[in-house]
């Protein structure tokens, strides 16, 4: 079964690091564009970070810039999201996603997740102040 499989949410004080994972399994991500998104309560989901399928190029909202990294390992089929310097909030549920096609805007997919074709389970990150 095509899945997402996230991990590495968590608990911190503000400025401590976290770093998420999301492993696919049943399909490659070769040829998705990919995002993580987050959801707070009482809020619409926000796009924060967009990579395409090399991994040579990224988008990130810029609340973010700075201080969180995305990357891609195509060999262990994983995304990934480096999250540093973190802010209360940062405290939100955040998912990776993938949409398919190489040829996509990585501003229009992050502004519109709409398209994507998986979702992970979500992974909680909770930043105390």
């Known amino acids: 079964q095509d899945q997402l499989v996230e991990s590495g949410g968590g608990s911190v004080q503000a400025g401590g690091s976290l770093r998420l994972s999301c492993t696919a399994f049943g399909l490659s991500i070769d040829y998705y564009t990919m995002g993580w998104f987050r959801q707070a309560p009482g809020k619409e989901r926000e796009g924060v970070s967009c990579i395409n399928w090399s991994g040579r190029d990224t988008y990130y909202v810029d609340s973010v810039k700075g201080r969180f990294t995305i990357s891609s390992d195509n060999a262990k089929n994983t995304l990934y999201l480096q999250m540093n310097d973190l802010e209360p909030e940062d405290t939100a549920m955040y998912y990776c996603?993938?949409?398919?096609?190489?040829?996509?805007?990585?501003?229009?997919?992050?502004?519109?997740?709409?398209?994507?074709?998986?979702w992970g389970q979500g992974t909680q990150v909770t930043v105390s102040s």
């Open positions: 996603a993938l949409r398919s096609g190489t040829s996509v805007s990585l501003y229009d997919y992050c502004s519109d997740s709409s398209s994507t074709n998986y």
